[in-house]
């Protein structure tokens, strides 16, 4: 059974750090893998989508890697600032439609 | 409207109400999702449907029925449930691509059962 896990489970840092948010999966044979950023009591937006066969995936100051193989996926967010204060979600695809989400980061960037 | 658009936004019942949950997308998508998410604990997949067939049932208990009568509109039908079943319940949507696509999630109904 596929399980995801994200750590840390929060996460608090001052403006202008750069950071690393992890995730990791149990089963290797995923479909693809997505990074979502979902701000309170909100929907999710998604951010980056890494295909099975990818490795990483960038957007503006976000960068997400895949190493399937070792069951892990990294979201690097350079130079934070106060607006990136959210909680992140990473999710994997089994087939199928089916999607598996891991419980999110909640990250706080201070001014 | 554009995206995908889920109402009502709050909704309190009783345990012996009926009511329903909309989700409405105007991607032009062909898939549609319905999550869970409860406090402290991962979205958890509920049901899906692709082009009005629905593909995947994740045991959800039968108080919850979902409807899509077309690809563009999703229902969730909610009778007799319990205070557990108080949560975020968000909609979702992918296109031609499938599960190879992006999904996109509309802004949830939150639900209170008392």
């Known amino acids: 059974k596929q399980e995801v896990t994200q750590i840390p489970a929060a996460l608090s840092v001052p403006e202008g750090e750069n950071l690393v948010l992890n995730c990791s999966f149990t089963?290797?044979?995923?479909?693809?893998l997505q990074w979502f950023r979902q701000d309170p009591g909100k929907g999710l937006t998604s951010l980056l989508l890494i295909q099975s066969s990818q490795r990483e995936q960038t957007s503006g100051r976000l960068n997400a890697s895949l190493d399937k193989s070792s069951g892990r996926s990294t979201l690097y967010i350079a130079a934070s600032q106060p607006g990136d204060s959210a909680t992140y979600l990473c999710a994997v695809n089994t087939g199928g439609f089916k999607t598996i989400f891991g419980a999110g980061t909640r990250l706080f960037v201070k001014a | 409207e554009t995206g995908v658009t889920q109402t009502p936004r709050h909704l309190v019942m009783g345990m012996t109400n009926k009511k329903s949950l909309k989700c409405e997308q105007h991607?032009?998508?062909?898939?549609m999702y319905w999550y869970k998410q409860s406090a402290k604990k991962p979205l958890e997949l509920m049901f899906v449907?692709?082009?009005?067939?629905?593909?995947e049932n994740n045991s959800v208990p039968s108080r919850f029925s979902p409807e899509c009568p077309n690809s563009s509109h999703l229902f969730l039908h909610l009778h007799t449930l319990q205070p557990e079943d108080s949560a975020l319940y968000l909609c979702?949507?992918?296109?031609?691509?499938?599960?190879?696509?992006?999904?996109?999630f509309g802004p949830g109904t939150r639900l209170t059962v008392l």
């Open positions: 979702a949507s992918t296109g031609a691509g499938g599960q190879a696509d992006t999904q996109y």
């Open positions: 449907y692709n082009f009005k067939e629905q593909t």
């Open positions: 991607l032009g998508h062909n898939a």
């Open positions: 089963d290797s044979a995923i479909y693809n």
